[in-house]
């Protein structure tokens, strides 16, 4: 079937520092989502993605649809404490009503 | 707040009992999903409803059964319940049929098996 391979699998930063993750696959995406998990609690909407090559950004977070439609990637500036939790990527593929398949996540740890 | 309800937050039973979780969408959202999350793992996608019929299908266990009711609030039904069932259960809704819309999740129910 479909996967999502995200990475990388966790992460231990310094506060202030920059980060990068990442989704890929060897089929084609038409919707891209980026989510953030934090303790005990349901998974946010951060970023959707509609359009190969198109860039979106929320507050310090940056993502892009990937042009050839198989990756999209999220940034991070400057990260804070807050920013501790587990992203998690999703695809829509399969047409404008398609199938949904996440990513396994990406754990993000912030050391003050 | 993502205006999806699950009900209850926390749930305890032992093994072989049943239960029954809990979802409202959020208004005007059509379709329904349960995902089930164990410790430190991924989302395990269990079924998908739409409009109160079942649209997709995961990784559900027999033993597991769901249905989405006509004023499109969602249960989940767990029987024979097994100490690996223990996991956070999240329900999320979303307005698919019209596009390929975000998913906006509740802040699950955790189920504690012993």
């Known amino acids: 079937g479909q996967q999502l391979n995200q990475s990388p699998q966790s992460m231990f930063i310094q506060e202030g520092e920059d980060v990068s993750m990442n989704c890929t696959s060897s089929?084609?995406?038409?919707?891209w989502l980026w989510y953030k998990q934090e303790p005990g609690e349901g998974p946010v909407l951060l970023i959707a993605?509609?359009?190969?090559?198109e860039l979106t950004s929320n507050g310090r977070l940056t993502a892009q649809f990937g042009i050839t439609r198989k990756d999209s990637f999220l940034n991070i500036s400057a990260s804070i404490p807050s920013d501790v939790g587990i992203y998690f990527c999703?695809?829509?593929?399969?047409?404008?009503?398609?199938?949904?398949?996440f990513g396994k996540g990406t754990k993000l740890s912030v050391k003050p | 707040d993502s205006g999806v309800t699950q009900t209850p937050k926390h749930l305890i039973t032992a093994t072989g009992q049943r239960v029954t979780l809990r979802c409202s969408p959020r208004?005007?959202?059509?379709?329904v999903y349960w995902y089930q999350q164990s410790l430190d793992q991924g989302l395990q996608f269990l079924i998908q409803?739409?409009?109160?019929?079942?649209?997709a299908k995961g990784n559900i266990l027999e033993r597991f059964s769901a249905q989405q009711f006509p004023d499109l609030h969602s249960e989940l039904n767990l029987s024979s319940l097994e100490l690996g069932d223990s996991a956070l259960y999240f329900c999320?809704?979303?307005?698919?049929?019209?596009?390929?819309?975000?998913?906006?999740f509740g802040n699950g129910t955790r189920l504690t098996v012993t």
């Open positions: 999320a809704s979303s307005a698919w049929g019209q596009e390929n819309s975000p998913l906006h």
């Open positions: 089929s084609i995406f038409n919707t």
């Open positions: 993605l509609y359009k190969a090559g």
């Open positions: 999703a695809g829509y593929y399969g047409g404008s009503q398609g199938n949904l398949i």
């Open positions: 208004s005007g959202d059509l379709s």
């Open positions: 409803y739409y409009n109160g019929e079942e649209r």
